[in-house]
């Protein structure tokens, strides 16, 4: 048996461990240890996911919770290197771009664990973002690196990684989201929301340089101001993104606009039926422009640059600079499009991508 330690720890890792641990599973000549590091804790963060994408219960949860990133990372080193020299894995694999992913990755090398990387090779240029970082820590110390799309296998031979470690599998996410496609438009959120199909934009916020900093973040409440005239706004809100908005001015601007509904953080399936049924999509999430290029709708990325270049030359997603003109200049453009914008199927977004990495572990073992 190839002995691995499956690492998840933030919302958007839940996704991408999901089809890996049915796949590993299947395959029947893996032994498995799922360790959760606890850095997303909330039931709706967290324990929805798994019950929903019927992820098998943690093996091991870390429980670090939320922390100064230095401190989260740190705290996740510590309380992950007993589990690794207790179950003496062959590999540790690691998702995403979160600081889960760099701690549990850092631990593995010091140990000199192989490590796997999930997701390798995305850059957006911007070492300012906290997940930039992680991705070429991650990457500079991966034995085994998977990527989702070619710019990913470009940007690692930039980096002098050598070719034998990389494989183009494709995205694990959207494994997920195609298995859970049918199951989605089950849900019954339109008619809780009471709203129409193509009647309304959802949007999602929480990166620190949009929500953190209250002159952009004003100049995107501005944008929706304007927007919510339009069409009804429906906005899951991230527990940083809602201590924010209380922040005196914001909350006031917020409260007044009638066409705009905040929601706690929802679960799986009932995002992928809004998105799916929505206008548009607003947002600076990573995942959420892959999601929309498969779900053929359009998505507004409010983010100077994207490390999924394929969700813009193939796909159905902007960028669109964070001032409230340019929210409302593409907004503008697509409105007049009729929110029909068309785009392409990335290679290997097929459901498959999980069963090519088991695949390719047993191979390379
Ligand atoms: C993290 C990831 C980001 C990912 C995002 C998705 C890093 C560097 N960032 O950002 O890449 O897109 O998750 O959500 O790893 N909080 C709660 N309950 C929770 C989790 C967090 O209330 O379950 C609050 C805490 O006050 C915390 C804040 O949200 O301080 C931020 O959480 P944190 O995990 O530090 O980063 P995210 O902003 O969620």
Same mark, same amino acid.
């Given at each position: 048996m190839i002995k691995i330690i499956c690492v998840c720890g933030a919302r958007p890792n839940f996704m991408k461990i999901a089809p890996i641990m049915r796949a590993f599973n299947e395959k029947g000549v893996f032994e498995t240890l799922l360790v959760h590091t606890g850095q997303h804790y909330d039931r709706k963060m967290s324990r929805f996911f798994f019950d929903e994408l019927k992820i098998p219960k943690p093996d091991i949860n870390l429980e670090v919770g939320s922390a100064s990133h230095t401190v989260q990372t740190a705290k996740i080193m510590k309380r992950f290197e007993p589990v690794v020299q207790n179950f003496q894995p062959d590999y540790v694999l690691v998702v995403g771009d979160v600081n889960s992913t760099i701690a549990c990755g850092?631990?593995?090398?010091?140990?000199?664990?192989?490590?796997?990387?999930?997701?390798?090779?995305?850059?957006?240029?911007?070492?300012?973002?906290?997940?930039?970082?992680?991705?070429?820590?991650?990457?500079?110390?991966? +034995?085994?690196?998977?990527?989702?799309?070619?710019?990913?296998? +470009?940007?690692? $031979?930039?980096?002098?990684?050598?070719?034998?470690?990389? $494989?183009?599998?494709?995205?694990?996410?959207?494994?997920?989201?195609?298995?859970?496609?049918?199951?989605?438009?089950?849900?019954?959120?339109?008619?809780?929301?009471?709203?129409?199909?193509?009647?309304?934009?959802? *949007?999602?916020? $929480?990166?620190?340089?949009?929500?953190?900093?209250? +002159?952009?973040?004003?100049? *995107? *409440?501005?944008?929706?101001?304007? *927007?919510?005239?339009?069409?009804?706004?429906?906005?899951?809100? $991230?527990?940083?993104?809602?201590?924010?908005?209380?922040?005196?001015?914001?909350?006031?601007?917020?409260?007044?606009?009638?066409?705009?509904?905040?929601?706690?953080?929802?679960?799986?399936? +009932?995002?992928?039926?809004?998105?799916?049924?929505?206008?548009?999509?607003?947002?600076?999430?990573?995942?959420?422009?892959?999601?929309?290029?498969?779900l053929g709708t359009p998505c507004m990325t409010l983010r100077e640059n994207t490390e999924r270049p394929v969700t813009i030359t193939e796909g159905t997603n902007r960028l669109v600079h964070i001032t409230t003109d340019d929210i409302l200049k593409n907004y503008q453009q697509i409105k007049e499009s009729d929110f029909d914008v068309s785009g392409r199927i990335p290679k290997f977004w097929d459901g498959k991508a999980a069963d090519r990495i088991a695949a390719t572990i047993a191979d390379n073992y």
């Open positions: 850092l631990v593995a090398a010091k140990l000199g664990v192989k490590l796997i990387h999930i997701e390798a090779g995305l850059r957006s240029f911007d070492r300012s973002m906290p997940e930039e970082i992680n991705r070429l820590l991650t990457d500079s110390i991966s +034995d085994l690196l998977f990527v989702t799309e070619q710019s990913g296998i +470009d940007n690692l $031979h930039a980096e002098g990684i050598d070719p034998g470690k990389v $494989h183009f599998v494709g995205n694990v996410m959207i494994d997920t989201l195609m298995a859970n496609r049918k199951k989605a438009e089950d849900s019954d959120i339109l008619s809780r929301l009471d709203i129409q199909a193509k009647d309304y934009a959802v *949007i999602t916020l $929480h990166r620190p340089s949009n929500v953190d900093n209250m +002159d952009t973040f004003e100049q *995107i *409440i501005s944008a929706f101001e304007h *927007i919510q005239k339009d069409l009804k706004l429906i906005f899951p809100v $991230h527990p940083r993104t809602r201590k924010n908005i209380k922040a005196a001015d914001i909350g006031k601007r917020v409260k007044a606009m009638e066409n705009l509904i905040l929601l706690d953080p929802i679960g799986y399936l +009932d995002f992928l039926c809004l998105m799916s049924n929505s206008a548009l999509v607003i947002t600076d999430s990573g995942g959420i422009q892959e999601e929309t290029t498969i």
